[in-house]
Each structure stands twice: as C-alpha cells, then as structure tokens.
C-alpha cells in the first residue's frame, strides 16, 4: 500500500503487451489487493482512456475504494507509466460480493477507501 493519509491506495505494476485489455491489469491488481478472501461477481467498469499506450510496457495500477457497504465495492483506479507521471487511464470498477464482504476484506478495503474531500 502507497502511504497517503489523505488518499491510501495501492499500487501494483504489471507489464502489458501490445493487444492487452487494459482491463486485464486493472483486475489483477484488485486480484492481488483483495486476494482470495471472499468471491465476488464484476457488476460495472468505466474507463476513460487518456493517452494510448505505445507497445509493450510496464504499466503501474493506483488503486483506491470509492465506495463501500457490506456487499459492494467499488474500487477507483488510474492507469500510468511506472513513475506516475503519465496517466493512460482512469476509471472505476464495481464488484458485487456474492454474499456479504468477510469482516476481514471489509477492515481491508475501508483502510484503502478515499478520504480526500470534494473541494481539495
């Protein structure tokens, strides 16, 4: 996990080869974040694609919670180049639990949800 005390979030790399679904990236970053604690279904993905991605390249995956309640979570996310300094994507992917979050996963999430307010 990235140290932020406004906005924790956690950052994963993965390489990405030419004809990769950005998509694929961003959910194995939540894969890795939440690991195999509690099963969940995908219920939505936005995305707004940036700049496009130029070949083959390690991407780096932000990964914060928007939004949280005791069977959805919706996991906002920004797509860049390693260092951060230029984005390709951002978006946000809710996932429905298939019963109820674990206490576990749900104290996880809540310590990487987004605490920076509107007007900042």
């Not at 956690?10 to 194995?28: C, E, P, Y």
């Not at 999430?109 to 605490?115: E, M, N, P, V």
Request: charged share 25%; with cysteine; aromatic share 10%.
């Amino acid at each position: 996990m990235f140290e932020d005390t406004l906005n924790p979030r956690f950052v994963f790399h993965s390489f990405l080869r030419a004809g990769d679904d950005v998509t694929l990236h961003i959910d194995r970053a939540i894969e890795r974040w939440q690991g195999a604690i509690d099963a969940s279904v995908d219920r939505h993905l936005r995305i707004e694609f940036l700049h496009p991605i130029q070949g083959a390249q390690t991407v780096r995956v932000d990964l914060w919670v928007e939004d949280l309640d005791t069977s959805v979570c919706v996991y906002g996310f920004l797509l860049s180049t390693p260092d951060g300094n230029a984005a390709f994507a951002r978006g946000d992917r809710t996932l429905i639990g298939s019963s109820r979050w674990s206490a576990e996963l749900f104290e996880r999430a809540a310590s990487l949800r987004k605490d920076l307010p509107a007007y900042a």
